[in-house]
């Protein structure tokens, strides 16, 4: 690693973990204090209300935290290239970025999951695992009993699920940033639009039609690519195929901001 991509790898890695705390800050005080404070002024606060208000779902607003936050794309850009970072190198810093930081917040999300929430909803460290995402729909294939295991590839699953979604952010971003700013309200605001239009107008069709369409073949194609085999002794979703998928994902979505980021020109003001 050269010292200019482990240089900005660092910066950015800081500078996104700062971010992440304040997100993890705002999204305690909005959902732990906002009831604990309603709670107060209506002389209802009790213990047990306390506890329940710390079970919140860490993966999931890390998951949302590390789509949205690589779709800021330029302004680093912007900075690291005025400071003589290649694009190339911009790229790989932030590659390395999200991986690192997926890292982090699995373990983050995982670790306040079995010893803060799962203790609250007062449940074993084993039966917590079928409630946990991964362990519910892929908690069967190595066995109820093998726990090291399924905690193990639990880990990597996610791992690779918040690195998917950071490269699919990151590929957005990169394409958002070659934008202008009215180009990019006009989408933002026209594509949501449109969608709902065009799905409108689907179901209308469907609906109209007297055709009869067989979505059984895009049925098993969409079951392979999250797992399903239809062997209930052995579990009827695989995480193996499953994780192919997401490297797939990954890689196609890598190669995207790859080509655009490549695209990046420095702004006039």
Known sequence: MSAKLKATTRYLLRE???????????????????PLISAIFNHNLTWQLILNSLSINVGFIFGCFIFILPMLTYDNFKL???????RKTYWRARLLNIICLSFIGEAIAMAYYFFVTNPIAHRSFSAGFKYEFYGQLYGNFFGAHNLAGNLLMDFIFMWL???????CGMAVGSIFSLLTKTVRRIVIIA??????????????WLARTSIHLNFEGLAKFLGFLVGFTGNNKAGALN?????????????????IAYYFNHKLKIKNA
């Open 80 to 86: 690291l290239i005025q400071n003589g970072i290649s």
């Open 16 to 34: 996104q973990l700062s971010y992440l705390g304040v997100v993890y800050l705002i999204v305690l005080a909005a959902l732990i204090g906002m």
């Open 161 to 167: 699920a918040f690195i998917m979604l950071g490269l």
């Open 191 to 204: 594509v949501p639009i449109l969608g709902l239009f065009f799905l409108g107008f689907l179901i209308n």
């Open 239 to 255: 995480p193996l195929i499953a994780t192919g998928t997401l490297l797939v994902v990954s890689v196609i979505m890598a190669g």
